[in-house]
C-alpha cells in the first residue's frame, strides 16, 4: 500500500466561511492536508455553526488572531472586501506564508490585494470553478470540488513552489488544476457563469414583476427551464453584486455580443426561419454534449 500523504500546511486559517470556505475546509480535513484549520468571519452565527459541525478547530472575529502563525491563508468573502482583508491582515502574517483566494473575479482582485503584501508574502490568486445556490458554512460539504476544475493566475514573480503548493493542495481535495493570465480568466467565466447569472436574474425578476395571477401561474407551472433559472437567481446577492461590479468590462463585452446574437434570433422568428433557428439549436445541443464527456455536468 502507497504511504500516506503527509500534510501541506500545519495550520490553515480561512477569511470567510461561507458555502466555498467550509467546503474546502472540510474537504482539507478529509484529506488530511492541514493539521490545524481556523477561520474567521464576522456574523457570530456563521463562526459557531463553523464550530459547531467540526469544520474548524477555532473561530476567530478578529483577522490578526484567525492569521497569526498560519502556513496558508484563504480569502473566501465577497470579492469587494478583499482589499480591507488584505489591509488588515498584512501585518499579522507569518514570513514565508502562501495567500490565495477563492474569488471568481481575478484581475481586479490582484489589483486590490497586491499592494498590501508583505515582500516574505507568497501571493497565489485562485478560483475554485464549483458551487450551489445555498450559502452558509451548513450548505458547505468536502465533495464540491470533485472532478471540478480549480483556476491558478499567479503574478510573474510569484515562487513556483507555492504555486505548486497550493495546485497539490486542490489536486488532494479532487480538483483539477489549470494555470491561467487574469485578463483571460476574466472572460471566460464572463461567458461561462457572469453571463448566465445575469441572464437568469433578469428572466427571473422579469417573471415578479408581472401581475398578481399571472406571476402565481408562471410560478405554479413552472417548466424545468424556468426552474433552472430560478436556481441559479437564488445564489448569494451580495457575491453576485461584488461579481459583476469588479468584472464589468468583461461581462459588458459578452454581454455586448449577447445582445447582438438575441438580435438575430428575433429576426429569425419574426421571419419564420426555421433554417437559422434550427442550425443554432444543433449547434448549441453539441455544447451540452461535450460538457457531459467532460465530466463538467
Known amino acids: ?3 500516506p500523504l503527509k500534510p501541506l500546511f500545519e495550520r ?3 477569511i470567510g466561511i461561507g ?3 467550509a467546503s474546502m475546509a ?8 492541514a493539521n490545524v484549520i481556523v477561520c474567521c468571519d464576522s456574523n457570530p452565527k456563521a463562526r459557531k455553526t463553523a464550530l459547531d459541525l467540526g469544520i474548524v478547530n477555532e473561530a476567530f472575529k478578529d483577522y490578526g488572531k484567525a492569521v497569526a502563525g498560519a502556513d496558508l ?3 473566501a468573502t465577497p470579492v469587494l472586501s478583499y482589499g480591507a482583508i488584505a489591509k488588515a491582515i498584512a501585518p499579522h502574517l507569518k514570513p514565508g506564508a502562501i495567500l490565495t483566494d477563492t474569488g471568481s473575479v481575478k484581475k481586479d482582485v490582484i489589483a486590490a490585494v497586491k499592494p498590501h503584501v508583505p515582500k516574505n508574502v507568497h501571493f497565489v490568486p485562485g478560483h ?3 458551487g450551489t445556490e445555498h450559502s452558509g458554512p451548513e450548505a458547505g460539504f468536502a465533495e464540491l470540488f470533485q472532478n471540478r476544475w ?4 499567479p503574478l510573474p514573480r510569484t515562487s513556483s513552489k507555492a504555486v505548486s503548493k497550493v495546485a497539490d493542495l486542490w489536486r488532494r481535495i479532487g480538483a483539477k488544476v489549470d494555470i491561467m493570465e487574469p485578463d483571460h480568466h476574466d472572460m471566460v467565466l464572463a461567458i461561462t457563469s457572469h453571463l448566465p447569472h445575469l441572464i437568469a436574474y433578469t428572466i427571473v425578476g422579469t417573471a415578479t414583476d408581472l401581475e398578481g395571477d399571472l406571476k402565481r401561474e408562471v410560478i405554479k407551472y413552472s417548466a424545468s427551464g424556468f426552474r433552472d433559472f430560478t436556481r441559479i437567481a437564488a445564489s448569494d446577492p451580495v457575491m453576485w453584486r461584488d461579481i459583476f461590479l469588479t468584472n464589468g468590462p468583461a461581462v ?13 434570433l428575433q429576426k429569425a422568428i419574426r421571419k419564420n426561419d426555421g433554417k437559422t433557428l434550427e442550425d443554432l439549436f444543433t449547434r448549441t445541443r453539441a455544447v451540452r454534449r461535450s460538457i457531459i464527456d467532460a465530466r463538467q455536468a
Open 73 to 75: 491563508v484563504v480569502i
Open 12 to 14: 490553515v486559517a480561512f
Open 1 to 3: 500500500m502507497p504511504k
Open 26 to 33: 472540510l474537504a482539507i480535513r478529509r484529506a488530511k492536508v
Open 19 to 21: 458555502l466555498i470556505g
Open 252 to 264: 459588458l463585452e459578452i454581454l455586448q455580443r449577447f445582445t447582438e446574437d438575441l438580435t438575430a
Open 150 to 153: 480549480s483556476i491558478l493566475t
Open 128 to 130: 475554485p470553478i464549483a
